[in-house]
Nanobody, 126 residues
């Protein structure tokens, strides 16, 4: 009944753009802070961005600031991540996750997120 699904990943050249979407069913994303994480092969999962549920405030990790934009679509019940000026080091599986509580944290501790999607692959390569 409860499901969280990422989509929008794919292959893009450096400097290109992708728009990821995190779709929820069985619950409303509007009640929770939602984070985007990524994990590259051989690396730990790292937080990229988060959007709160109460006031819509956003947070961005340093490596995506100025390039990524997180947004909430209450009609579609989705959280989107617009990724611009992509770099090869952005290559990873990207996950959306529901955080415990309504507010984001800039520490991006995975254990603070209670439910995860299965991820969507983003590959940035020439």
């Amino acid at each position: 009944q409860v499901q969280l699904v990422e989509s929008g990943g794919g292959l893009v050249q450096p400097g290109g753009s992708l728009r990821l979407s995190c779709a929820a069913s069985g619950f409303s994303l509007g009640y929770f802070a939602i984070g985007w994480f990524r994990q590259a092969p051989g690396k730990e999962r790292e937080g990229a961005s988060c959007i709160s549920s109460r006031d819509g405030t956003t947070d961005y990790a340093d490596f995506v600031k100025g390039r990524f934009t997180i947004s909430r679509d209450n009609v579609k019940n989705t959280i989107d991540l617009q990724m611009n000026n992509l770099k090869p080091e952005d290559t990873a599986v990207y996950y959306c996750a529901v955080r415990r509580g309504q507010y984001c944290s800039d520490t991006y501790i995975p254990d603070e997120y209670t439910y995860w999607g299965q991820g969507t692959q983003v590959t940035v390569s020439s």
